[in-house]
Protein backbone atom coordinates (compact mmCIF):
# COMPACT_ATOMS: atom_id res chain seq x y z
CA UNK A 1 0.00 0.00 0.00
CA UNK A 2 1.29 3.51 -0.89
CA UNK A 3 0.57 6.46 1.37
CA UNK A 4 0.12 10.12 0.14
CA UNK A 5 2.72 13.08 0.75
CA UNK A 6 0.39 14.82 2.86
CA UNK A 7 -1.02 11.31 4.74
CA UNK A 8 -4.41 12.04 3.47
CA UNK A 9 -4.99 9.97 0.56
CA UNK A 10 -3.95 6.51 -0.03
CA UNK A 11 -3.62 3.76 -3.16
CA UNK A 12 -4.15 -0.07 -2.92
CA UNK A 13 -1.23 -2.15 -4.91
CA UNK A 14 -4.59 -3.79 -7.10
CA UNK A 15 -6.56 -3.16 -10.17
CA UNK A 16 -10.46 -3.81 -10.20
CA UNK A 17 -9.82 -6.46 -12.06
CA UNK A 18 -7.48 -8.39 -9.93
CA UNK A 19 -10.13 -7.35 -7.03
CA UNK A 20 -12.96 -9.05 -8.96
CA UNK A 21 -10.46 -12.45 -10.39
CA UNK A 22 -10.40 -12.98 -6.63
CA UNK A 23 -13.61 -13.50 -5.29
CA UNK A 24 -15.26 -14.39 -8.83
CA UNK A 25 -15.42 -18.04 -7.60
CA UNK A 26 -16.64 -17.23 -4.08
CA UNK A 27 -19.72 -14.82 -5.92
CA UNK A 28 -19.98 -17.36 -8.98
CA UNK A 29 -22.93 -17.54 -10.93
CA UNK A 30 -24.78 -20.89 -11.27
CA UNK A 31 -24.12 -22.76 -14.24
CA UNK A 32 -27.65 -22.42 -14.77
CA UNK A 33 -27.54 -19.00 -15.35
CA UNK A 34 -24.37 -19.32 -17.44
CA UNK A 35 -26.01 -21.62 -19.32
CA UNK A 36 -29.04 -19.29 -20.13
CA UNK A 37 -26.75 -16.25 -20.99
CA UNK A 38 -24.97 -18.35 -23.57
CA UNK A 39 -28.27 -20.25 -25.08
CA UNK A 40 -29.90 -16.69 -25.73
CA UNK A 41 -27.30 -16.27 -28.26
CA UNK A 42 -28.61 -18.96 -30.14
CA UNK A 43 -32.19 -18.04 -32.53
CA UNK A 44 -33.16 -21.30 -32.73
CA UNK A 45 -33.78 -21.55 -28.68
CA UNK A 46 -37.37 -21.72 -27.44
CA UNK A 47 -39.21 -21.11 -24.34
CA UNK A 48 -39.35 -24.79 -23.58
CA UNK A 49 -35.66 -25.36 -23.80
CA UNK A 50 -34.59 -22.19 -21.56
CA UNK A 51 -37.48 -23.79 -19.16
CA UNK A 52 -35.94 -26.99 -19.14
CA UNK A 53 -32.03 -26.06 -18.52
CA UNK A 54 -33.65 -23.21 -15.30
CA UNK A 55 -36.25 -26.17 -14.25
CA UNK A 56 -32.50 -28.17 -13.02
CA UNK A 57 -32.51 -26.00 -10.31
CA UNK A 58 -35.12 -26.06 -8.05
CA UNK A 59 -34.21 -22.76 -5.83
CA UNK A 60 -33.47 -20.69 -8.94
CA UNK A 61 -36.93 -21.66 -10.15
CA UNK A 62 -38.94 -21.02 -7.09
CA UNK A 63 -36.97 -17.49 -6.83
CA UNK A 64 -38.05 -17.26 -10.48
CA UNK A 65 -41.80 -18.28 -10.19
CA UNK A 66 -42.25 -15.84 -6.87
CA UNK A 67 -40.97 -12.95 -8.35
CA UNK A 68 -43.34 -13.12 -11.47
CA UNK A 69 -46.24 -13.69 -9.37
CA UNK A 70 -45.85 -10.87 -7.55
CA UNK A 71 -47.68 -7.90 -7.73
CA UNK A 72 -44.43 -6.37 -8.96
CA UNK A 73 -45.67 -7.80 -12.54
CA UNK A 74 -49.02 -7.55 -11.86
CA UNK A 75 -50.43 -10.70 -14.46
CA UNK A 76 -54.20 -11.98 -13.69
CA UNK A 77 -53.40 -15.70 -13.66
CA UNK A 78 -50.88 -17.18 -11.51
CA UNK A 79 -47.77 -18.60 -13.71
CA UNK A 80 -46.91 -22.43 -12.56
CA UNK A 81 -43.49 -23.05 -15.19
CA UNK A 82 -40.38 -21.64 -16.06
CA UNK A 83 -41.43 -22.06 -19.38
CA UNK A 84 -44.74 -20.06 -19.16
CA UNK A 85 -42.85 -17.25 -17.52
CA UNK A 86 -40.58 -17.24 -20.40
CA UNK A 87 -43.84 -16.96 -23.07
CA UNK A 88 -45.21 -14.20 -20.47
CA UNK A 89 -42.22 -11.98 -20.20
CA UNK A 90 -39.92 -12.82 -22.81
CA UNK A 91 -36.20 -14.38 -23.31
CA UNK A 92 -34.84 -10.96 -22.76
CA UNK A 93 -36.67 -10.29 -19.76
CA UNK A 94 -36.17 -13.81 -18.31
CA UNK A 95 -32.20 -13.41 -18.12
CA UNK A 96 -32.55 -10.00 -16.20
CA UNK A 97 -34.56 -11.65 -13.31
CA UNK A 98 -32.07 -14.79 -13.96
CA UNK A 99 -29.26 -12.80 -13.13
CA UNK A 100 -30.72 -10.53 -10.50
CA UNK A 101 -31.70 -14.00 -8.43
CA UNK A 102 -28.60 -15.28 -9.01
CA UNK A 103 -26.26 -12.35 -7.91
CA UNK A 104 -28.42 -11.65 -5.01
CA UNK A 105 -28.38 -14.95 -3.81
CA UNK A 106 -24.76 -15.46 -4.45
CA UNK A 107 -24.04 -12.38 -2.54
CA UNK A 108 -25.84 -12.89 0.73
CA UNK A 109 -23.49 -15.68 0.89
CA UNK A 110 -20.35 -13.62 2.03
CA UNK A 111 -20.33 -12.21 5.56
CA UNK A 112 -20.15 -8.34 5.11
CA UNK A 113 -19.80 -6.59 8.88
CA UNK A 114 -18.67 -3.10 7.23
CA UNK A 115 -21.90 -2.52 4.64
CA UNK A 116 -25.39 -2.34 6.51
CA UNK A 117 -26.92 -4.68 3.84
CA UNK A 118 -30.37 -3.89 4.89
CA UNK A 119 -29.79 -0.50 3.68
CA UNK A 120 -27.91 -1.40 0.39
CA UNK A 121 -30.48 -3.57 -0.61
CA UNK A 122 -33.07 -1.07 -0.09
CA UNK A 123 -31.46 1.57 -2.22
CA UNK A 124 -30.22 -0.88 -4.68
CA UNK A 125 -34.07 -2.48 -5.33
CA UNK A 126 -35.52 1.04 -4.85
CA UNK A 127 -32.50 2.54 -7.61
CA UNK A 128 -33.92 -0.40 -9.91
CA UNK A 129 -37.54 0.64 -9.46
CA UNK A 130 -36.84 4.04 -10.64
CA UNK A 131 -34.40 3.22 -13.26
CA UNK A 132 -37.51 1.40 -15.15
CA UNK A 133 -39.75 3.94 -14.65
CA UNK A 134 -37.49 6.12 -16.18
CA UNK A 135 -36.99 4.07 -18.80
CA UNK A 136 -41.13 3.46 -19.72
CA UNK A 137 -41.24 7.16 -20.19
CA UNK A 138 -38.52 7.39 -22.65
CA UNK A 139 -40.00 4.54 -24.70
CA UNK A 140 -37.15 2.25 -23.69
CA UNK A 141 -37.58 -1.08 -25.37
CA UNK A 142 -36.93 -4.11 -23.09
CA UNK A 143 -36.64 -1.60 -19.93
CA UNK A 144 -36.50 -4.23 -17.33
CA UNK A 145 -32.87 -4.88 -18.05
CA UNK A 146 -32.92 -1.13 -16.26
CA UNK A 147 -34.18 -2.76 -13.20
CA UNK A 148 -31.32 -5.53 -13.54
CA UNK A 149 -28.59 -2.54 -13.87
CA UNK A 150 -29.82 -0.02 -10.89
CA UNK A 151 -30.41 -3.74 -8.45
CA UNK A 152 -26.30 -4.32 -9.14
CA UNK A 153 -25.39 -1.16 -10.03
CA UNK A 154 -23.48 -0.79 -6.58
CA UNK A 155 -22.40 -4.30 -6.23
CA UNK A 156 -18.99 -3.13 -6.67
CA UNK A 157 -19.25 -2.02 -2.82
CA UNK A 158 -19.57 -5.55 -1.40
CA UNK A 159 -16.23 -6.80 -3.46
CA UNK A 160 -14.52 -4.36 -1.95
CA UNK A 161 -16.03 -4.72 1.54
CA UNK A 162 -14.69 -8.42 1.53
CA UNK A 163 -11.79 -8.37 0.08
CA UNK A 164 -10.14 -5.01 1.26
CA UNK A 165 -12.19 -4.63 4.50
CA UNK A 166 -10.35 -2.44 6.55
CA UNK A 167 -9.30 -0.33 3.15
CA UNK A 168 -13.15 0.04 3.10
CA UNK A 169 -13.71 0.67 6.71
CA UNK A 170 -11.73 4.13 6.57
CA UNK A 171 -13.87 5.08 3.48
CA UNK A 172 -17.13 4.09 5.52
CA UNK A 173 -15.78 6.13 8.48
CA UNK A 174 -14.60 8.93 6.74
CA UNK A 175 -18.19 9.26 4.83
CA UNK A 176 -19.77 10.01 8.55
CA UNK A 177 -17.47 12.21 8.80
CA UNK A 178 -16.95 14.32 5.69
CA UNK A 179 -19.72 15.93 3.19
CA UNK A 180 -17.97 13.99 -0.04
CA UNK A 181 -19.66 11.21 -2.31
CA UNK A 182 -18.65 7.68 -1.46
CA UNK A 183 -17.18 7.35 -4.27
CA UNK A 184 -14.72 10.42 -4.26
CA UNK A 185 -13.35 8.84 -1.15
CA UNK A 186 -12.81 5.73 -2.68
CA UNK A 187 -11.06 7.10 -5.31
CA UNK A 188 -8.68 8.71 -2.59
CA UNK A 189 -8.35 5.44 -0.77
CA UNK A 190 -8.41 2.75 -3.36
CA UNK A 191 -7.66 4.95 -6.67
CA UNK A 192 -10.57 3.66 -8.11
CA UNK A 193 -14.15 3.14 -7.14
CA UNK A 194 -16.95 0.56 -6.64
CA UNK A 195 -18.65 1.31 -10.32
CA UNK A 196 -15.07 0.52 -12.16
CA UNK A 197 -15.17 -3.17 -9.61
CA UNK A 198 -18.90 -3.81 -10.74
CA UNK A 199 -18.13 -3.31 -14.03
CA UNK A 200 -15.16 -5.21 -14.03
CA UNK A 201 -17.44 -8.48 -12.27
CA UNK A 202 -20.44 -7.87 -15.05
CA UNK A 203 -17.81 -8.32 -17.94
CA UNK A 204 -16.22 -11.23 -16.05
CA UNK A 205 -19.65 -12.77 -16.28
CA UNK A 206 -19.87 -11.96 -19.52
CA UNK A 207 -22.82 -10.03 -19.19
CA UNK A 208 -24.11 -7.86 -22.17
CA UNK A 209 -22.14 -4.89 -22.13
CA UNK A 210 -25.32 -2.52 -22.10
CA UNK A 211 -25.40 -3.58 -18.18
CA UNK A 212 -21.41 -3.39 -18.08
CA UNK A 213 -21.27 -0.19 -18.78
CA UNK A 214 -24.55 0.86 -16.74
CA UNK A 215 -22.79 -0.21 -14.07
CA UNK A 216 -19.15 0.91 -14.64
CA UNK A 217 -20.00 4.70 -15.60
CA UNK A 218 -23.16 5.47 -13.02
CA UNK A 219 -21.32 8.08 -11.71
CA UNK A 220 -19.98 9.57 -14.63
CA UNK A 221 -21.70 8.95 -18.04
CA UNK A 222 -20.59 10.99 -20.14
CA UNK A 223 -17.22 8.71 -19.99
CA UNK A 224 -19.19 5.95 -21.25
CA UNK A 225 -18.05 4.68 -24.55
CA UNK A 226 -21.58 2.50 -24.86
CA UNK A 227 -25.14 2.13 -24.52
CA UNK A 228 -25.22 5.70 -23.45
CA UNK A 229 -28.80 5.48 -22.71
CA UNK A 230 -28.61 3.32 -20.10
CA UNK A 231 -26.04 4.35 -18.28
CA UNK A 232 -27.93 8.15 -18.07
CA UNK A 233 -30.89 6.47 -17.08
CA UNK A 234 -28.91 4.60 -13.91
CA UNK A 235 -27.09 8.06 -12.96
CA UNK A 236 -30.47 9.73 -12.88
CA UNK A 237 -32.02 6.78 -10.68
CA UNK A 238 -29.31 6.10 -9.14
CA UNK A 239 -29.18 10.04 -7.94
CA UNK A 240 -33.03 10.19 -7.51
CA UNK A 241 -32.36 7.22 -4.74
CA UNK A 242 -29.90 9.50 -3.02
CA UNK A 243 -32.62 12.05 -2.97
CA UNK A 244 -35.25 9.96 -1.43
CA UNK A 245 -33.24 8.88 1.05
CA UNK A 246 -31.65 12.07 2.06
CA UNK A 247 -35.23 13.80 2.03
CA UNK A 248 -33.72 16.83 0.09
CA UNK A 249 -35.80 19.32 -2.14
CA UNK A 250 -36.01 18.51 -5.78
CA UNK A 251 -35.32 21.93 -6.62
CA UNK A 252 -31.94 22.09 -4.72
CA UNK A 253 -31.28 18.14 -5.37
CA UNK A 254 -31.05 18.47 -8.82
CA UNK A 255 -27.65 19.93 -9.42
CA UNK A 256 -26.74 16.14 -7.38
CA UNK A 257 -27.74 14.91 -11.64
CA UNK A 258 -25.90 15.68 -14.68
CA UNK A 259 -26.87 17.46 -17.66
CA UNK A 260 -25.52 15.55 -19.85
CA UNK A 261 -28.25 12.70 -18.55
CA UNK A 262 -31.19 14.92 -18.63
CA UNK A 263 -30.04 15.87 -22.77
CA UNK A 264 -29.08 11.68 -23.40
CA UNK A 265 -32.66 10.58 -22.15
CA UNK A 266 -34.49 13.92 -23.23
CA UNK A 267 -36.52 13.88 -20.01
CA UNK A 268 -37.58 16.61 -18.04
CA UNK A 269 -36.41 16.98 -14.77
CA UNK A 270 -39.83 17.65 -13.82
CA UNK A 271 -40.58 14.43 -13.99
CA UNK A 272 -39.33 13.37 -10.74
CA UNK A 273 -42.12 14.09 -8.98
CA UNK A 274 -44.52 11.90 -10.57
CA UNK A 275 -41.36 8.74 -10.74
CA UNK A 276 -41.57 9.11 -6.99
CA UNK A 277 -45.32 8.68 -6.55
CA UNK A 278 -45.23 5.86 -8.64
CA UNK A 279 -42.28 3.81 -7.37
CA UNK A 280 -43.36 3.52 -3.51
CA UNK A 281 -45.77 0.45 -4.25
CA UNK A 282 -43.33 -0.95 -7.00
CA UNK A 283 -40.51 -0.64 -4.36
CA UNK A 284 -42.87 -2.90 -1.42
CA UNK A 285 -43.30 -5.55 -4.18
CA UNK A 286 -39.85 -5.74 -5.68
CA UNK A 287 -38.29 -5.94 -1.67
CA UNK A 288 -40.61 -8.47 -1.47
CA UNK A 289 -40.04 -10.66 -3.96
CA UNK A 290 -36.59 -10.09 -4.93
CA UNK A 291 -34.46 -10.28 -1.96
CA UNK A 292 -33.46 -12.99 0.95
CA UNK A 293 -35.93 -12.78 4.05
CA UNK A 294 -32.51 -12.13 5.99
CA UNK A 295 -32.20 -8.44 3.82
CA UNK A 296 -35.37 -7.24 4.67
CA UNK A 297 -36.04 -5.05 7.56
CA UNK A 298 -39.16 -7.02 8.79
Not at 92 to 98: T, Y
Not at 215 to 231: E, I, L, S, T, Y
Request: proline share 4%; net charge negative.
Amino acid sequence: MQTAENGTSRKVKVTPYELVSGVVRLVSLPEVCIRVNEMLEDARISASDIGKVISQDTGLTARLLKIVNSAFYGFPSRIETVSRAVTVIGLRELRGLVLAASAVEAFSKIPNDLLNMVKFWRHSVYCGVVAQLLADRCHVLHSERLFVAGLLHDIGKLILSHRLPGEMGEVVARAKLEERPDFELEQDVFGFDHSEVGGELLKVWQMPKSLEQAVRHHHFPDQADDAMMDVCLIHIANSMTLIAESGLELDSAQNEIASYAWQTTSLDPAIMDEVFQDAGGLFTEALESILPRTYRPY
